[in-house]
C-alpha cells in the first residue's frame, strides 16, 4: 500500500505540473483578464534586471515552477516501481515528498487557487500515510 500511496501522490504532481507547463505555452489561461497588465508586463523590467521583462519572467517562473512538479513525478515513479527498497530503507527519501507536499500545499493555499490546492493536499495526504507505514 506504501508504494501505491506514493506513486498516486507523485502521479498527481506530474500531472498537475504537465497540465501547467502545456497551459503556460500553448494556452492563454495565465494571461491576465486585462490587457493592459500584459502589455505593461512586457514592456517593463524587474529591478533586479534590464536583460527580461516581467512578462517573459512570467512564462520563465510558471515553466519552472511546472518542471519541479514534473521532475518529482519523474524521480519518483521509477523509484518507487523499480527501486522501493531506496525509499523504504532512507528516512530522507520516505520524507522528502511531505516536504515537498507541504511546502507546495502552502502556496497553493496563499497564491493558487482551488484546484491545485486539493490535488497537492491529496498527494500530500498520500506521501503522509506512506512515510507512516514505511517509518512504523
Known sequence: ??????????SIFG???SIHLVYTFFTEKFNPHD?????AMKNTSPLITKETTMWRAWIGFNASHSLGAMLLAAIYIPLAVNNFEVIKG?????????VVGISYLILARN???????VGVLTSLI???IAA???NT
Open 1 to 10: 500500500m506504501d508504494q501505491i500511496l506514493i506513486i498516486i501522490g507523485v
Open 15 to 17: 500531472a498537475l505540473g
Open 35 to 39: 490587457a493592459a497588465v500584459v502589455a
Open 111 to 117: 497564491y493558487w487557487f482551488k484546484i491545485p490546492f
Open 132 to 134: 507512516w507505514l514505511i
Open 126 to 128: 498520500c506521501f503522509l
Open 90 to 98: 532512507s528516512l530522507w527519501f520516505s520524507l522528502l515528498p511531505i
